[in-house]
């Protein structure tokens, strides 16, 4: 009997890591993440009896890539999803090398294995669900993108790019409805604030009990995962709120017109 498979995915920054330790702390869950994950490996991993009976990918990276997920076996789709300003605000504060042998460090949202790679996939994706607006944003962002020079050390125009990411990353969703591929919305802020609720409430859609582990996924875990995430703390619910210290008026003011009207959509204000 084939494995049932969990996907986890949405923008990153928004939470699927926090997810994903969550979920493979339950003992008929096995977590796998983008940094371990290969794409040829999939029937392996649906067919491997270590991995039964809910094998779970945690795959941001993969948003877009509905048809090769939706023929998957009794698939369960949770789809992270975070305040915008927060997500931009992360996205601009992680920093990763340029290249392994490079001591030079740039953000996550002008790097470009970061935002600029995932926006790229995205208007792949969406070529023929981009209305003017989204054409006007990303003809700007294609502007911005190629001046690197300035980009680097601009943060105005790195609120920008983070806000055009989360906002494609969301506009993913209608490829969702489109090929009826169900899924669950999962609010940060809530998994959060109120994880046992949260994680009830998603447990009972895969028909699975409440375990305690979910909530000591970091005594369970050690080292970083990818996005320098510690796999040792525990849920805090004081990362919710942290772009009003660190995102100016001017900045809060760019994003909205970018974000605001998908944002209010899902209850963001």
């Known amino acids: 009997m084939q494995n049932k498979t969990i996907l986890i995915t949405g923008c990153q920054r928004s939470g699927t890591t926090l997810l994903n330790l969550i979920l493979d702390s339950h003992p008929e869950i096995h977590g796998i993440d983008e940094a371990d994950f290969k794409l040829e490996l999939l029937q392996s991993y649906l067919n491997d009896s270590k991995f039964h009976p809910y094998v779970s990918f945690k795959l941001p990276n993969f948003s877009a890539a509905v048809r090769t997920f939706e023929v998957l076996p009794n698939l369960k789709v949770f789809w992270s999803i975070r305040d915008y300003r927060d997500v931009i605000s992360s996205m601009i504060n992680l920093t990763l090398k340029v290249s392994m042998d490079s001591s030079k460090t740039l953000s996550w949202v002008v790097h470009p294995n970061g935002a600029p790679k995932e926006i790229k996939n995205c ?24 001046n690197r020079s300035v980009l680097e050390n601009d943060r105005e125009q790195q609120v920008f790019i983070g806000a055009l990411c989360w906002r494609l990353k969301q506009e993913l969703l209608s490829l969702y409805d489109s090929n009826k591929v169900d899924y669950s919305i999962i609010y940060y802020e809530n998994l959060i604030r109120k994880p046992k609720e949260e994680l009830s409430n998603l447990l009972n859609r895969l028909n699975l009990k409440w375990h305690s582990d979910m909530l000591n996924h970091h005594k369970l875990h050690t080292g970083i995962s990818i996005g320098k995430t510690d796999n040792t703390k525990p849920i805090d619910s004081s990362n919710a709120g942290k772009w009003k210290a660190f995102l100016t008026p001017n900045e809060i003011t760019i994003a909205e017109k970018i974000c605001a009207t998908i944002a209010y959509s899902f209850g963001y204000q």
């Open 123 to 146: 208007i792949t994706s969406l070529q023929h669900n981009l209305d003017d607006d989204l054409m006007h944003l990303i003809e700007k962002y294609k502007i911005i993108i190629n």
